[in-house]
């Protein structure tokens, strides 16, 4: 992905109005540049990520079968990460991964592959759906995200699960890709950490070892090459500040689906 699969300001305007007022968006395009419309915008935006919350937080995504399978499974945004550490793994089939799990927890823990393997599993067939405007129905297994929360016991201040990877998003290794979800879809049955697709390991460019899958949001939210998760009760003191490497470029925090 690069800057110009951001969200543009008339998808936003869709969102918090809703498909009805598409019909008004000539106008709104003009009322955008006004002090005041801008601030209304907002609210509806929140409002709509408020409504969505309520709505669909329990809700399960849309399961597939075997024969709606993709032909294939494109790689989203990096494919072979700039990470020397990363390679080195990869070199030796991941033997030596360790996922570190800390935070506001009360038993911070590293978990092998081994291990991951060995806690409540899940497996689905899911879309993924990309803001690039692409899509795909994959079958997914992995480790429950909720069996491993239950075993590094979350703080009551404990708002959020940032996932730390290893694919740098500058030519130079710098800026590691991150993402963060709310506690509520951290325990959503259909959050998982896949090692397979489609049943067979995790491909690199798909992000191996692991990778998240948080069925009811856009790609961007499935973080790959996850090395480390962190609990915190507030994203600021971490990269921009927003959750995610794309939400600091002007994403939305929520991608709902």
Not at 3 to 17: F, M, Q
Not at 42 to 70: C, N, W, Y
Not at 103 to 123: C, H, I, N, Q, Y
């Amino acid at each position: 992905m690069n800057n110009s699969d951001k969200l543009t300001r008339r998808s936003l305007l869709l969102r918090a109005l809703g498909a009805a007022g598409a019909v008004f968006l000539a106008g709104c395009e003009r009322l955008s540049h006004t002090e005041w419309f801008p601030k209304i915008l907002a609210a509806g935006e929140k409002a709509s990520e408020s409504v969505h919350h309520l709505i669909a937080r329990k809700a399960m995504a849309q399961e597939f079968t075997p024969a709606d399978l993709s032909p294939s499974f494109r790689s989203n945004g990096t494919a072979e990460p700039n990470n020397p550490v990363y390679a080195e793994l990869a070199a030796n089939g991941f033997g030596a991964y360790k996922l570190a799990v800390d935070g506001k927890v009360d038993k911070p823990a590293m978990f092998t592959m081994t291990e991951l393997r060995a806690l409540p599993e899940r497996t689905q067939i899911t879309r993924h759906d990309c803001v690039e405007g692409w899509s795909a129905i994959g079958k997914w297994k992995g480790v429950k995200l909720s069996a491993i929360l239950d075993a590094v016991k979350p703080q009551p201040s404990a708002r959020y699960v940032v996932f730390h990877c290893a694919d740098p998003m500058e030519d130079d290794g710098t800026k590691p890709y991150y993402e963060s979800i709310d506690m509520d879809d951290a325990y959503h049955a259909q959050t998982i950490l896949a090692y397979e697709l489609n049943d067979q390991p995790l491909p690199a460019a798909n992000g191996a070892p692991i990778r998240l899958r948080v069925e009811r949001q856009l790609g961007y939210k499935h973080a790959k090459y996850i090395m480390r998760i962190e609990l915190v009760d507030s994203f600021a003191p971490i990269a921009g500040g927003k959750g995610g490497y794309w939400e600091d470029e002007g994403y939305e925090w929520y991608a709902g689906i």
